[in-house]
């Protein structure tokens, strides 16, 4: 399996311009997440799906922020517009939920800059 | 292994010493606990996992302990080496309920293993 794959891995933009992240989970995982790392406030869980449907997205900054899980294979977040206190790791993760041990698998993130 | 803002905990060991991080998690409810290693420009990586009937766990030179009566959590790596050299975060699942599987993630600790 290739693990998480996530795109791009970086990504530079101008403030007001719209972002759109994209996940590929685990073949099987039904479970999604999508964090936020800063040197500030660590990994930061911004939103997470179970079978496709949001279970929790408490962690979403504000409106500016989307997240969309159309298909068990593929995520999306999105970021309109774009502001440069955006500018982070976005890391997205995937599970398998069946009870027991969750382990999430994290994919290798990407880096955005908002100038 | 707590830290506040900018700053990581860093412990610096020597290679072939053995490096104990250490990990205080909040919430006395929390069943099932990750440690993970982050690599520069990598997203994080599973290392063990502990359940909260488990007082220990060993993988291959690695072993966790769990202490719930003083809600801490340690890894301990035996025979440090340079490979070792990362930020190590700790997590707890705190609720679960079938379909939960969030994670809160502490700040992380920098090993720096000296050569």
């Known amino acids: 399996d290739a693990g998480v794959i996530q795109s791009p891995r970086h990504e530079v933009t101008e403030m007001g311009q719209e972002v759109t992240l994209r996940c590929k989970p685990i073949s099987g995982h039904n479970s999604l997440f999508w964090y936020r790392q800063t040197m500030m406030r660590g990994l930061e869980l911004l939103i997470y799906?179970?079978?496709?449907?949001?279970?929790?997205d408490s962690g979403m900054p504000e409106d500016r922020f989307s997240a969309k899980m159309p298909n068990a294979s593929f995520s999306t977040l999105k970021i309109q517009p774009s502001e440069p206190r955006d500018s982070a790791v976005y890391f997205c993760a995937s599970s398998f939920l069946a009870g027991g041990y969750n382990e999430q698998f994290f994919g290798p993130g990407t880096r955005l800059t908002v100038l | 292994g707590e830290s506040v803002g900018l700053h990581l905990p860093t412990l610096s060991v020597q290679e072939g010493d053995n490096s104990i991080i250490n990990c205080a998690y909040s919430n006395s409810a929390s069943d099932y606990f990750i440690w993970y290693k982050q690599e520069s420009g990598k997203g994080p990586q599973f290392i063990i996992d502990?359940?909260?009937?488990?007082d220990k766990r060993q993988g291959q030179r690695v072993t966790v302990l769990l202490n719930k009566t003083v809600k801490h959590l340690s890894l301990q790596i035996a025979a440090t080496q340079p490979g070792d050299s990362a930020v190590y975060f700790c997590a707890e699942r705190a609720d679960y309920g079938g379909s939960q599987g969030n994670l809160i993630f502490g700040k992380g600790t920098k090993l720096s293993v000296k050569p």
């Open positions: 502990i359940r909260s009937n488990m």
């Open positions: 799906f179970n079978n496709n449907v949001p279970i929790d």
